[in-house]
């Protein structure tokens, strides 16, 4: 159980509890984000930004400031999985994760994936920003690319298309050197077939 002696039993049985527990689950998890086992805490943590429950939030944004190592990447990639089933208007959210692009690389590719998570535009906009980063660059592009491709089709689409191919335009024009522009132009190539990529077209021969 999660009270078990054995570290290694508590950690199995909250990671079993991963995808199938609710918001009832969140006080019996609160208790264990402090556990003196890290690799419990990783698993807390993960579990925690599986309940879709809001009220995680200061729980995960804690130990993503607090904790370092896997235990840090635990919290940044909840946070994602969070943000990616809870309304994230809640501007703490992608202040902690904006916070990480400045970490070590590992953690800022973490942070940069949980970012294109979130149910919100401003995470977008981070997202295109992060294409002028060389050490980010690749992984904003896939995160891009993946969210453009899982939210097709909805509201948050229809909403976002339009943001989306005016920043990439304006990032087109800020490139001064080859890497970003051909980061761009191979995201908008792969992106061809979900959203109306012609009016960039002009920006990339440019």
Known sequence: TAGDADPTVREAAIAALRGHADGRALPALSGRVRD???????AVLLTLGSLSDARALPLL?????TEHDEVELAAIRALGELGAHVDASSPQLLSVLRKKLDAE?????????????????AALTVLVDTL???????????ALAERVRR?????????????????LAQALEK?????P????????DAL???MPTASLQPALVA
């Not at 002028?132 to 896939?142: C, D, G, M, R």
């Not at 097709?152 to 191919?165: I, N, P, S, V, Y």
């Open 61 to 65: 944004a804690h130990a993503a400031e």
């Open 132 to 142: 002028s980063n060389p050490e980010l660059a690749l992984v904003a592009q896939s």
């Open 175 to 179: 490139a001064q050197s080859a890497p």
């Open 36 to 42: 003196e086992s890290a690799a419990v805490r990783a």
């Open 151 to 167: 939210t097709a089709g909805t509201k948050l689409a229809a909403d976002e298309r339009a943001q989306l191919t005016a920043a």
């Open 181 to 188: 522009a051909n980061l761009i132009a191979d995201l908008i």
């Open 192 to 194: 061809s077939d979900v």
């Open 105 to 121: 690389p590992r953690v800022a590719k973490a942070a940069i994936a949980a970012i294109g998570r979130l149910q919100t535009s």
